[in-house]
């Protein structure tokens, strides 16, 4: 779960790069300032998934990515398809958690 979640945060790192080079030239400081600072928060949210507030910081992270479709229309779309990475991110990882711990837990399974 920790690696998929990581994943969709690091690319998002780099969409968020992209946009701002797209805002740079019809925008001001404050919205470029702000995307940055997204940018910069999602890598290092990448490194806070061993806790609940990692996973519960980058769920409001990809809200705000989504709302910065004000500055660059076009990341309501890629917002929403990342945020739609993320879900399957937590519905896939946890699955696979399930899976891994019941292997661990019976011996038979694991021949």
Not at 74 to 97: D, H, N, Q, Y
């Amino acid at each position: 779960m920790r690696i998929l979640g990581a994943a969709v945060l690091a690319m998002e790192f780099f969409l968020m790069g992209f946009a701002l080079l797209i805002a740079k030239d019809n925008h001001g400081a404050l919205a470029l300032t702000l995307g940055g600072l997204l940018a910069i928060l999602a890598l290092l949210n990448a490194g806070l998934l061993k806790r609940k507030f990692g996973w519960i910081s980058g769920s409001i992270l990809q809200l705000l990515i989504v709302i910065y479709g004000f500055v660059v229309p076009m990341m309501f779309f890629m917002g929403l398809l990342f945020a739609g990475l993320w879900v399957a991110a937590i519905v896939v990882g946890r699955k696979g958690e399930a899976a891994r711990a019941a292997l661990l837990a019976n011996p038979k399974l694991r021949e």
